[in-house]
């Protein structure tokens, strides 16, 4: 045993999506392999990043510990990504799919619904990864709604998303409902949901809830409603163990992204109104993806485990 532990470098754009991606394969790490963690805020243009690359070339990294991993996604972390790996060596992981080719990351983990040709450097997960766990026991009495917004894969509609809450709600009043919209969501709704009666009293603006309240919530919730378009939360009320149903929300174009939703309840993994899901399975995919990882590089167990 040793006490020296892992060094991950977490690169970021500032987008939340991105880094709860992150977040959620390092949390999963470090349930395996002590790991000592770092982030860095990446600021480059893309090309100065690209120019760093090719000259090997990472100044963020000049003052940390060697990474034996690194970490990103979002296509702005790309080149840095690469420069980051080419400068001061480690394995580089990039948690989408990537615009430049796959073969120059180590690894790549990347959603099914992203169609991924099978390839040696690819990893595919079931969704976008995060941090969410199940608590248990679950509370039988609590709810959540989760509200996203328009996209370029999805319109919008605030009074058909207030109706069909409205409907959620009243149909079991035996739930303690907590709802909640996301940054990308209207002003319309926020003011259409304080102005109902049956939303009011159990709304809650994101910009009025702590940093830890979703996770913690959602983690014990026993259902949850999530607006169709927001993929990244349907999979992390998936991966917190809850009974998921759709709230329907306009298609803007048919493509891969705007046919996830149906997918699932095909699946079965998710409901409608009217038609619940039957199960709930509960989603650990960081968990599989840093099992993988680790079976794939046995190396890393022997760095960095003190447990």
């Known amino acids: 045993m040793t006490d020296k532990r892992l060094v991950v470098w977490q690169l970021s754009d500032g987008k939340r999506g991105h880094e709860r991606q992150c977040e959620g394969l390092i949390t999963a790490l470090d349930e395996l392999v002590a790991l000592e963690c770092h982030r860095i805020r990446v600021t480059t243009t893309r090309m100065r990043a690209a120019i760093d690359a090719v000259r090997s070339v990472f100044p963020a ?151 830890e309240w979703l996770q913690v919530t959602l983690a014990r919730a026993s259902q949850a409603w999530v607006s169709a378009d927001s993929i990244a939360m349907i999979f992390e009320a998936l991966s917190a163990g809850a009974r998921v149903g759709l709230i329907e929300v306009p298609v803007q174009r048919d493509d891969r992204i705007s046919r996830v939703a149906s997918d699932l309840v095909a699946r079965g993994w998710v409901g409608r109104l009217g038609a619940p899901a039957a199960s709930a399975p509960e989603l650990k995919e960081a968990q599989r993806c840093a099992q993988l990882l680790v079976a794939r590089w046995p190396d890393l167990d022997r760095v960095g485990n003190t447990r």
Request: charged share 15%.
């Open 61 to 211: 990294g000049a003052a940390l510990p060697a990474p034996a991993l690194i970490v990103a996604a979002g296509s702005a972390c790309q080149w840095p990504l690469l420069a980051a790996r080419r400068a001061y060596g480690g394995r580089s992981i990039y948690l989408m799919r990537p615009l430049l080719p796959r073969a120059w990351f180590d690894v790549c983990v990347i959603p099914a619904h992203d169609q991924p040709a099978p390839h040696r450097h690819v990893i595919v997960s079931a969704g976008p990864l995060n941090p969410m766990r199940s608590s248990e026991p679950k509370d039988a009495t609590l709810g959540m709604i989760l509200v996203g917004g328009p996209s370029a894969h999805y319109g919008w509609d605030t009074a058909a998303v207030v109706s069909q809450i409205e409907r959620i709600i009243g149909e079991d009043r035996s739930i303690r409902w907590q709802v909640t919209d996301s940054r990308r969501t209207p002003a319309a709704f926020a003011a259409a949901a304080r102005a109902s009666p049956v939303i009011q009293t159990c709304f809650k603006p994101v910009n009025e809830c702590g940093p």
